[in-house]
């Protein structure tokens, strides 16, 4: 018996990274899983794996960036199996992380838009969507993907890191608002996990500089954030709500000379 035995989970960004992870996760412990993404051909490979091993998975093509898309994925899950108990909001736009969300001061506030309509008003909208559902079943649990980003500043992404704080904030909202109705809400705020999205940063120099800062031998993997959504997906986390989760291998829990005193 899975600890999301027979569970109805909404995994987006759920082709790639730690979504897929995620996904693979999720449909391990039992539940029947809706593999949605941008990427469609990826969410259908994704979804294609997991019945492959034996589970139930349907892949479902969603844009967070319109909300009527967002809408129509929580629709199908409910159709295709007739209700939803776990909704985990992880896909984001990091894509415009990566390449074109600059310091403050050349910000475009193009990129700012897209990156908080993408990340946060997506992710505001498919709990939106889902609550009701949640409620009609007794209750359920919503894992929303934040990041170390959204508790710290740094050189670039300012307009991802304004969204990951935002959804720590929602996250205590939804919790706050539908906590009485069995619905619970909580966060995971991945440190530097090893993805498509973080690669390019996970090589030579800047691998050296995050090794040092982490408190443990190796840096994060997709399966690590995957857990800790199973653990705050299922009932084995009844008594937590609101709460934000980090997985980020001790990289905010130090003072920041630590690193610098152990080499020197
Ligand atoms: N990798 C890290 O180090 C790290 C750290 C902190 C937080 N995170 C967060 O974890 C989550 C997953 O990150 P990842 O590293 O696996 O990224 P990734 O780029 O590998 O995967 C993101 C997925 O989201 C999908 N996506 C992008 N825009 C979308 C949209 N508009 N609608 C639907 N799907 C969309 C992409 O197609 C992709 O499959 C993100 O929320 C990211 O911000 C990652």
């Known amino acids: 018996m899975g600890r999301l035995q027979d569970k109805i989970a909404i995994v987006t960004g759920a082709a790639s990274g730690i ?26 490979a994704v979804a294609e794996e997991l019945r492959a091993a034996g589970g139930s998975a349907t892949a479902v093509t969603v844009d967070l960036g319109d909300a009527d898309s967002v809408r129509a994925m929580v629709a199908a899950a409910v159709d295709r199996y007739g209700g939803l108990d776990v909704l985990h909001n992880n896909a984001a736009a990091t894509h415009l992380a990566a390449r074109q969300d600059l310091a403050v001061v050349e910000a475009d506030p193009a990129v700012w838009d897209d990156t908080m309509r993408i990340n946060l008003r997506g ?24 990041s170390g980003s959204g508790l710290t500043g740094d050189l670039r992404n300012p307009a991802y890191g304004a969204s990951k704080a935002a959804l720590i904030n929602l996250t205590q909202y939804v919790a706050t608002q539908y906590g009485k109705q069995g619905v619970r809400c909580n966060a995971v705020a991945p440190g530097f996990i090893v993805t498509p999205a973080s690669s390019g940063s996970a090589h030579g120099a800047i691998r050296e500089a995050m090794l040092r800062h982490h408190l443990t031998p190796r840096l994060g993997r997709p399966e690590d954030v995957a857990a800790a959504v199973v653990f705050l997906a299922s009932d084995e986390s009844a008594f937590i709500t609101g709460h934000t989760l980090r997985v980020d291998g001790g990289l905010l829990s130090h003072a920041p000379y630590v690193a610098d005193l152990r080499n020197g």
């Open 19 to 44: 979504g897929a992870a995620t996904a693979r996760r999720v449909a391990a412990e039992g539940a029947l899983t809706v593999v949605a993404d941008l990427n469609s051909d990826g969410a259908e």
């Open 123 to 146: 992710t505001m909208v498919a709990i939106q969507a889902a609550v009701p559902h949640l409620i009609a079943r007794g209750g359920g649990s919503i894992v929303n993907t934040s």
